[in-house]
């Protein structure tokens, strides 16, 4: 059984850092593309960012382009997204995205499972 945990959000002023974490285990494809994508109140899931297994190849939103890494530790299953000059709108429910395949794209359908969300509220 596939388990993403995501964990790290929480409330935060403007201008400051975050440093969310997601926990996999149980994928069969260890060697996976994951994902970052959140979701605003009354809006879409949007795409954030993603990374190959070998963390090479790397690809952000535009919003969050050089304010927001993400990176992994393979040893522990594990994905991070540091995200650094947070914003109002920023705040949205993150969720952690594993594909079956090791190639990173945009586009929610392209990743099989999904974790429960971390809340990210970043206040003015």
């Known amino acids: 059984q596939v388990q993403l945990v995501e964990s790290g959000g929480g409330l935060v002023q403007a201008g400051g850092s975050l440093r969310l974490s997601c926990a996999a285990s149980g994928l069969t494809n260890s060697r996976s593309a994951m994902g970052w994508f959140r979701q605003a109140p009354g809006k879409e899931r949007e795409f954030v960012a993603a990374?190959?297994?070998?963390?090479?190849?790397?690809d952000y939103a535009d919003s969050v382009k050089g304010r927001f890494t993400i990176s992994r530790d393979n040893a522990k299953t594990t994905v991070y997204l540091q995200m650094n000059s947070l914003k109002p709108d920023d705040t949205a429910v993150h969720y952690c995205a594993a594909a079956n395949t090791d190639v990173v794209g945009k586009r929610s359908y392209m990743y099989a499972y999904w974790g429960q969300g971390t809340q990210v509220t970043v206040s003015s």
């Open positions: 990374i190959s297994w070998s963390g090479i190849i790397k």
